[in-house]
Every structure is written in C-alpha cells, then in structure tokens.
C-alpha cells in the first residue's frame, strides 16, 4: 500500500510549486488542491479543487486518480484568503487530519500579503517539465495568458493595502497556522518555512522517504511550476506597526513550532458572544 501524505499550507506559500516538484519524483503521484468548504471560495471552483468539510482524506485518496504502482502519493490542503476560516469548524478540522503525514509550509506573513494583495494568484509552467498527466497541471496550463497578464497588471498596482484590512489577515493566516501546528499531537509533522526548502532537503528526503538527489531535481533544476521572483512594493498603510504584530506573531509560532500545545489553548471562540480571543 502506498503511503499517503498532506501537504498544508496558507495561498501564496509554494504550496503549487512544492506538491508539482515532488509528484514529479520518481514512483509518486501528487495531484488536486483541497478546500474546506466550496462557501469559503470566492471565486469559481477550479476543476482541481476538492472539498474537504463533508468528506475525508480517506475517500480523496481512494475516489481520485492515486493509483498504480506509486509508493507515495499525495495532495494538499490550502486555506482559503479571503473568508476567515469558520471557528465552529476548528476541531472538526483537526480531526480530519488525523493520522497522516503532513508537510505544513510557512511563510512570512507580510510576504504573503504582498503576493496575495498586490501580486495575486499565478502559476507560470515550465512546459517542458510537464511529466505527469495531473489534472492541476492541465488546469494551470489552460490559464496561462491570464496568469501572464495579472502579473503584468500587478506591476501597475500602486493601492495602498489598509492597516484594519492587513491586520486582520494577519491574525487569520495565523490561526490557520496554529491548527495545523496544533496536529503534531497526532500525526507526523514537518514544518518548513518556504524560504528555506533547498536547505531543508534532508529533512523532507527522510520525512516523505525520497532520495535528496531526485528532490532536488524536481524542484531546482526541472521544476513543473517556474518560482515567482517579483518583488512587490512594501503598499501598506502604517506598516511599521503591521511589521510589529508580524513579528509578535512569527515569535509566537516559532514557540509553537517547538513544543507540543492544545489547539483551544492559544485559539478560543466563545459561540455566544462569536469572539475569537488569542493568546500570544
């Protein structure tokens, strides 16, 4: 029987780049992106997107085209942006993690709002390096002229981001953050910052059993997904005080990435009064 991991992560953290270069490894296949719930879309549904609240990893693994002789397949869960994920849900999503190894990518929270506010979503292919017939490839491929000109439109993008409006997207991309570090107490967890992948080889060879040498193939030298290196402007408003909490918050799960926590512990939510309260 293979074995099945996950990958989780926030928008704009590799996440596409990290389950491509990996299903790309030889006797592995990797393919969709998971979503909560399709209400927390705010766009159209993709053709590659699953929806994880009514159903389970258990039969996305079974339903879907991971099959044949791999010895490792996997998919990944990616937090929707722009809709905070529902506090009712918070254990439900806990518990549907259980058991598998997962891979959680981080990233610089500010870093992530430059690329999701200012540079959007995009995806350009290495077509060369298309060696696998995965439905998100297929999908990312027919979008191609799009990504091309949101990215030359997000060079033009001057708007000022709001401090209410980047600070409470901070505080959302850390609580999914934490859930997903709250499943140490259950699964096998490797938290990876996405800046630091290529100094991490190792640890995701030894983690997901693959030789570094293919690993770093697929992701640094024949990579399905070419890496995004635009560098967005720093457009927000009182962004010293937004660089403050970011630093509050990056210390807060630097704690959490090394020591073992109760979830309800750190992030609580009161249903009759409908408040998240956080303890940094």
Same mark, same amino acid.
């Not at 159209?44 to 990893?57: C, G, I, M, R, V």
């Not at 439900?92 to 891979?103: C, L, W």
């Not at 409006?165 to 140490?184: E, G, Q």
């Given at each position: 029987?293979?074995?099945?991991?996950?990958?989780?992560?926030?928008?704009?953290?590799?996440?596409? @780049?990290?389950?491509?270069?990996?299903?790309?490894?030889?006797?592995? *296949?990797?393919?969709?992106?998971?979503? @909560?719930?399709?209400? &927390?879309?705010?766009?159209?549904?993709?053709?590659?997107?699953?929806?994880?609240?009514?159903?389970?990893?258990?039969?996305?693994? $079974?339903?879907?085209?991971?099959?044949?002789?791999? *010895?490792?397949?996997?998919?990944?869960?990616?937090?929707?942006?722009?809709?905070?994920?529902?506090?009712?849900?918070?254990?439900?999503?806990?518990?549907?993690?259980?058991?598998?190894?997962?891979?959680?990518?981080?990233?610089?929270?500010?870093?992530?709002?430059?690329?999701?506010?200012?540079?959007?979503?995009?995806?350009?292919?290495?077509?060369?390096?298309? =060696?696998? $017939?995965? &439905?998100?490839?297929?999908?990312?491929?027919?979008?191609?002229? =799009?990504?091309?000109?949101?990215? =030359?439109?997000?060079?033009?993008?001057?708007?000022?981001?709001?401090?209410?409006?980047?600070?409470?997207?901070?505080?959302?991309?850390?609580?999914?953050?934490?859930?997903?570090?709250?499943?140490?107490?259950?699964?096998? &967890?490797?938290? *990876?910052?996405?800046?630091?992948?290529?100094?991490?080889?190792?640890?995701?060879?030894?983690?997901?059993?693959?030789?570094? =040498?293919?690993?770093?193939?697929?992701?640094?030298?024949?990579?399905?997904?070419?890496?995004?290196?635009?560098?967005?402007?720093?457009?927000?408003?009182?962004?010293?005080?937004?660089?403050?909490?970011?630093?509050?918050?990056? $210390?807060?799960?630097?704690?959490?990435?090394? $020591?073992?926590?109760?979830?309800?512990?750190?992030?609580?939510?009161?249903?009759?009064?409908?408040? *998240?309260?956080?303890? &940094?």
């Amino acid at each position: 029987m293979s074995k099945k991991f996950i990958l989780v992560s926030n928008q704009r953290c590799g996440s596409t @780049w990290f389950i491509t270069s990996v299903g790309n490894c030889d006797k592995v *296949i990797t393919d969709f992106e998971v979503k @909560w719930s399709k209400e &927390l879309l705010l766009g159209k549904q993709s053709p590659y997107h699953l929806f994880l609240k009514d159903n389970s990893f258990y039969n996305i693994f $079974n339903e879907n085209s991971f099959s044949g002789e791999n *010895i490792l397949v996997g998919t990944k869960f990616v937090f929707d942006f722009y809709k905070q994920f529902p506090p009712e849900h918070y254990l439900d999503f806990i518990n549907k993690f259980q058991g598998y190894p997962i891979i959680h990518l981080q990233r610089d929270y500010i870093d992530v709002l430059r690329s999701k506010l200012i540079g959007k979503v995009t995806h350009l292919l290495n077509t060369q390096y298309l =060696e696998k $017939n995965r &439905l998100i490839d297929k999908t990312i491929f027919a979008k191609q002229n =799009e990504y091309i000109n949101i990215i =030359e439109n997000s060079k033009k993008n001057k708007k000022t981001i709001s401090f209410n409006v980047a600070n409470t997207y901070l505080i959302n991309l850390f609580i999914n953050d934490v859930m997903t570090l709250s499943l140490k107490k259950t699964n096998d &967890l490797l938290t *990876i910052d996405y800046e630091e992948i290529k100094q991490n080889l190792d640890k995701i060879s030894n983690f997901l059993n693959l030789s570094k =040498e293919d690993l770093n193939k697929n992701f640094f030298k024949k990579s399905t997904i070419l890496k995004n290196k635009t560098k967005h402007d720093y457009d927000f408003e009182n962004l010293d005080d937004l660089k403050k909490i970011n630093k509050k918050l990056k $210390n807060k799960l630097k704690f959490l990435n090394n $020591n073992i926590f109760n979830f309800k512990d750190i992030v609580s939510y009161d249903k009759l009064s409908k408040k *998240i309260n956080i303890n &940094l």
